[in-house]
């Protein structure tokens, strides 16, 4: 185990009703940092789980919210504690990514000259790493927004940046932090060999109903198109003044009502469900609900 010389490093882990699985992935970092930060939504708590990482840890820190409280919460949870425990970066992770190679992403982190306009390192998530060859130079490039899975956050930024924004509750969350990050002119770094198995629990085999052709689709739930499609829309309106090529309204309305609501129609289970839940969305958005809503 090699902890950072340079760095002090914290990592979290939101947890939502894991399974066994989740022990492998958090073990693929979480030996290689000061403190790991578990924020658990979960509203069946995996006890076994929780007590063998306990064992395994010292440094666990355990925090249950006894509720779904968010994606955003539990994240701003994990980099205030973070924060007190006077950590320079915070590793934000969802519970289903495992890393390849996380003590070469260290080693990239420390390897950088000057991070005082860094807000966010991100590596390559990828569904499939079989195929993958492993290479340890540290090539970046600049992003302009990333996911949150297998972050390094920059704490000295955070309060700066502000926090993740509670009411989007999940979705859109990690767009909203990057974007603000970009208001202030702080860079996000890409690192292509830092690789992390992120698994695509919404991958299905669909048949079109006009072609009869199988394919692989990356598929969401009822609830999930709601939050999408609503979050979605607050960060066009809050930003799109900002950034208008990135928020531009007629590719926007193309892609997540035309476009979607074909692909719905032709591909997808549950499809009047899915498509009450985007105009439900769309709704929301225009009376300003937001927060946790259950469909």
């Known amino acids: 185990m090699k902890n950072s010389e340079k760095y002090k490093l914290s990592a979290a882990v939101i947890l939502y009703n894991p399974d066994e699985n989740m022990y492998e992935n958090i073990l693929s970092y979480a030996l290689y940092v000061t403190q790991l930060i578990i924020v658990d939504n979960s509203t069946l708590h995996n006890k076994k789980l929780i007590r063998k990482l306990q064992d395994k840890l010292p440094n666990l820190i355990y925090i249950n919210?006894?509720?779904?409280?968010?994606?955003a919460t539990a994240l701003n949870i994990?980099?205030?504690?973070?924060?007190?425990c006077h950590s320079d970066w915070i590793l934000t992770m969802d519970q289903d990514s495992r890393f390849l190679n996380f003590p070469a992403y260290i080693q990239c982190l420390e390897k950088l000259d000057n991070t005082d306009n860094i807000a966010i390192l991100a590596a390559n998530t990828m569904w499939n790493t079989?195929?993958?060859?492993?290479?340890?130079?540290?090539?970046?490039?600049?992003k302009f927004i990333v996911i949150t899975s297998a972050n390094f956050l920059?704490?000295?930024?955070?309060?700066?940046?502000g926090k993740f924004e509670e009411k989007l509750f999940i979705d859109m969350?990690?767009?909203?932090?990057?974007?603000?990050?970009?208001?202030?002119n702080f860079?996000?770094?890409f690192f292509e060999n830092i690789i992390v198995n992120h698994s695509m629990g919404n991958l299905f085999q669909r048949k079109n109903l006009i072609t009869g052709k199988i394919r692989n689709k990356i598929e969401h739930n009822p609830q999930r198109v709601y939050y999408i499609i609503r979050n979605y829309l607050y960060t066009w309106k809050k930003y799109s003044k900002k950034f208008p090529q990135e928020f531009n309204l007629l590719k926007m309305l193309n892609i997540f009502f035309i476009h979607d609501i074909t692909k719905i129609i032709l591909y997808e289970d549950k499809k009047g469900q899915k498509i009450y839940?985007?105009?439900?969305?769309?709704?929301?958005?225009?009376?300003?609900k937001y927060g946790k809503y259950d469909l």
Do not use: M, P, S, W
């Not at 079989?130 to 600049?142: A, L, R, S």
């Not at 920059?154 to 940046?161: D, E, R, V, Y």
């Not at 969350?173 to 202030?184: E, F, K």
């Open 78 to 84: 994990a980099c205030e504690k973070a924060i007190e």
């Open 154 to 161: 920059n704490l000295k930024l955070f309060h700066t940046i």
């Open 277 to 288: 839940a985007k105009f439900l969305g769309l709704t929301h958005f225009i009376f300003n």
């Open 65 to 71: 919210n006894q509720a779904n409280l968010g994606i």
């Open 130 to 142: 079989e195929n993958v060859i492993e290479k340890t130079n540290c090539i970046y490039e600049e």
């Open 173 to 184: 969350v990690d767009h909203d932090y990057c974007l603000r990050a970009q208001i202030n």
């Open 187 to 189: 860079k996000i770094l």
